[in-house]
């Protein structure tokens, strides 16, 4: 992330970080995660609702970071994956409670909300969703 | 409709260069390229560059006023494209559409990046702008983790190896070797690259295209009067471009950049060509991966068997379809927003039979692909020798 933001950056996402929020349009029945305004389906014909997934899923696929962003440099290696949750849509998150060479592709994992940095040591703390092996 | 050709052509040493700000290295290139062709700065009648975070990489905006102005050719309109790596190839698409429309005769296209100006993590921080800031850079990641992920899940479906990755990195080092205006002209082995650090596993340092400074500027002509200004001109047969998801996630099959499959078709079709009929072809390997995904989704082989294309030294100078010639992003370096039309450079060096060492022989149809972000632009270019 560049530098640092203002707090409404983050705060307007708050809810959907901590709780797995996202869309289902009701017309072709296909899910989103993070919320979109538009389903790229069906575009005005879609009918876009909010909903809060399950949080379990699998690992789509899989990467450990080892050389990190600004930000993020006391915190590597980590473990970045592509989770499917069961509801269908995709998101990306980090992986969590489990050593790099444990991950694997296809394995059952569930959300758990976690830390995910802090900007500084003033500034803000960031919290959200990680993944972690059922 | 009428064709559109490149009459010069203009490049500067790609590299870190401490001693040159984007100014000194966009006109470089732009001095290059005039004295490429009989053509004067006066003829110019509109300059479109390519850049993809001045702001960032270097503090400084406003980069089409910037060229106008350093160039020496105020009061032509300048116009900046930004398409993240693919910022360049986009500015060559848009001088195209220019010069198609009847509205432009002559049009200066390029692209220029100065990436050494802050320290790596931030070049890094910069660089991942280019995918989703909420839902992906949120949580660390990274460019190359990124492409990391579409590594992993390709060895998985296709048995990729980790081999045949590396074999990419080697080859096009190789090619550099001979381009003088290379970053990196010096040969690798597969197992340097195996033993180099990991990035983002699987891929390791020696997967990953160099931080570079640089720039690239062509001119482009209506073909009608193209022989006025040079007697090598070399014509754009296909210009296309498709977009795809801005993130990674969000695309059912990983293993796949859709945009590449869209772009090509619609450029094979402009063209008149199949892929087989691609002699060289100049492809977006900003990591090792990319290359072989290429290869699939452009066509050159089957969805799978990119692995085994490179194995058989198919791609190789000399080999059924020689890619990345120029020593690629890998090894010539790549200034983000200069690396389009700098593949364009490369294909016409090629196409003129000016390419040296590097010379593929009887070749009539070249092939450039330039990727932004991890394939949410895609653009397709398609040269040859022959009106």
């Known amino acids: 992330m560049p530098k640092e933001f203002a707090v409404p950056f983050h705060w307007r996402r708050f809810r959907e970080r901590y709780q797995i929020i996202g869309t289902k349009c009701e017309h072709c029945g296909s899910y989103f995660y993070p919320k979109r305004v538009v389903c790229p ?17 699998k690992v789509i696929t899989y990467t450990v970071i080892r050389v990190p962003p600004e930000g993020f440099k006391i915190y590597a290696p980590y473990i970045i994956g592509i989770i499917e949750l069961e509801e269908g849509a995709r998101l990306l998150s980090q992986i969590t409670d489990c050593e790099p060479e444990e991950v694997k592709i296809g394995m059952p994992v569930k959300a758990c909300f976690r830390k995910i940095r802090s900007e500084n040591e003033t500034g803000l703390i960031l919290y959200g969703f990680k993944f972690r092996p059922i | 409709m009428r064709g559109v050709a490149i009459v010069g052509i203009g490049c500067t040493k790609f590299g870190e260069h401490w001693n040159k700000g984007i100014k000194e290295l966009a006109v470089e290139a732009g001095i290059k390229a005039i004295e490429d062709c009989k053509i004067s700065g006066k003829d110019i009648q509109l300059i479109i ?3 993809m975070s001045g702001g960032m990489f270097a503090g400084q905006e406003h980069i089409s006023a910037l060229l106008a102005d350093q160039l020496g050719l105020n009061p032509t309109a300048a116009i900046r494209t930004e398409a993240a790596c693919a910022s360049s190839a986009v ?56 492409y990391a992920l579409i590594a992993n899940r390709h060895m998985y479906e296709y048995g990729t190896t980790r081999e045949q990755l590396a074999m990419v990195a080697v080859k096009n080092h190789k090619n550099a070797i001979h381009n003088p205006i290379a970053q990196y002209r010096k040969a690798i082995t597969v197992s340097d690259v195996l033993e180099s650090p990991l990035v983002a596993d699987p891929l390791r340092i020696l997967d990953c295209s160099p931080i570079t400074d640089g720039a690239a500027i062509v001119i482009l002509t209506s073909a009608d009067i193209a022989k006025k200004y040079t007697d090598t001109p070399i014509y754009i047969k ?29 450029a094979y079709a402009q063209a008149k060509i199949k892929p ?9 390997d900003c990591f090792t991966i990319n290359e072989i995904i290429a290869y699939e989704d452009l066509g050159f ?6 692995g085994k294309l490179i194995q058989m030294g198919e791609t190789e100078i000399g080999g059924r379809i020689p890619v990345n010639t120029s020593g690629g992003l890998k090894a010539k370096g790549h200034p983000v927003g200069a690396t389009g039309v ?11 039979g000016e390419a040296g060492k590097r010379q593929v022989k009887n070749c009539e149809w070249g092939l450039a692909h330039n990727v932004g972000g991890s394939g949410a632009t895609v653009v397709v270019h398609i040269l040859s020798n022959n009106r």
Request: aromatic share 6%; glycine share 12%; hydrophobic share 40%.
């Open chain 2, 301 to 306: 082989c089957k969805k799978g068997e990119g």
């Open chain 2, 91 to 146: 500015a060559l698409r848009v001088g195209y559409l220019a010069i198609m429309s009847g509205l432009y005769d002559i049009v200066a296209v390029g692209g220029v990046e100065k990436m050494t100006d802050v320290y790596g993590s931030q070049a890094i921080t910069t660089l991942a702008g280019a995918m989703d800031q909420e839902t992906e850079a949120y949580f660390g990641l990274t460019f190359p983790g990124a």
């Open chain 2, 238 to 266: 296909a210009s296309a471009q498709a977009s795809d998801t801005l993130s990674i996630y969000d695309r059912k099959d990983i293993t796949t950049l859709s945009a590449t499959v869209k772009a090509a078709r619609d």
């Open chain 2, 49 to 51: 560059g390519g850049n």
């Open chain 2, 276 to 284: 087989k009929d691609i002699d060289v072809a100049e492809v977006h």
């Open chain 1, 41 to 57: 389906k069906c575009r005005r014909a879609g009918k876009l609702k909010e909903v809060k997934f399950s949080g379990k899923g």
């Open chain 2, 342 to 352: 700098a593949q364009i450079i490369e294909l016409v060096e090629q196409l003129r």
